[in-house]
């Protein structure tokens, strides 16, 4: 639906940005999306040729404006299997490359500028975000933890561990802070999402089987929170976007809106008479506006969801009206 009413929230669909493309303004398989101070989006392609070691020049990182400005790329044949972005106060990119075992940082014009593997201690980089502090959290998805470093790689601290139990985790990928300071891992194992303090001590589980059909999980793969708690997690299994409030309880569900195509991707298409006649031709489409394989999920400054549809090689956005009210009419 355009427009999704719970619980006295609303959510409207605003926009699609993107299109499937190897360079210029598209996206290949996106696989995760991170705001920057001034509101700009950093936008992950990893490619589509899996995890083999390969660099290749539409893995990359695209910026682009929330109207749906392209403002270049970076980073290409620079990454081999590149994860997750965070971006710090001064606007540089931080990524981490599961192949490579480290975290890359790129400066505010797109130049790698230095590399480090948290003194030896990375396996599997996925998940990063920022604390309050800028230290970075990553998550660790083959030891199954989180780990703090600052900026420049040192190690501060670490939680967690391989298992099922409270607090353990399994090949964990997507992480965020909220406004507390409180740290929610996307547990893609472990088919749930865990809440931790700041120091590590875990405080709450939701996603499990035990949280009902409507609030369970299928290998979540990111999470972020709004300003008012409100808890956004991709359901990459089951191609879903789930909204819990603060205490893990399910609000709803977005399944994706986007049956018109972006600017972008409309450049393409009127381009070619036999794709507009085809696309005229369908009169259901629902299915076109899916999400199919929701990956990365971020938060901006004004409460806007925005969702890397990954298989589709575009972002969906969502804005949250916080004093909605339903139209009255007079028949």
Known sequence: MLTTTVAGRTWNFSHSIGRNAAAGNGFTQPTDVAVGPDGTLYVLSRG?????GVVAPNKRIGKVTMDEQFLGDFGREQLTFPSSLAVDSESNVYCSDEYEKVVKIFDVDGQLTTEWDGEGGLQSPSGLAFDADEN???????????????????????????????????????????????VYVADWGNDRVQKFSPDGTHLLTFGEETSGPAGSLDHPSDVAVDSEGDVYVADWGRKLVKIYDAEGSIITQLEGDAVEFSKWAKEVVESNPDVVKAYRRVKDKTAIGLFNRPVGIAIDQNDNLIVTDSTRGRLQIYAKEKNYMDPQFNL
């Open 48 to 52: 589509n040729d899996g995890a083999g």
């Open 136 to 182: 970075l959290l990553v998550v660790d998805a083959a030891t199954s933890q989180v780990k703090k470093f600052t900026k420049s790689g040192n190690f501060i601290s670490a939680f967690g561990s391989e298992g099922s139990g409270a607090g353990q985790m399994n090949r964990p990928w997507g992480v965020c802070v909220d406004s507390k300071g409180d």
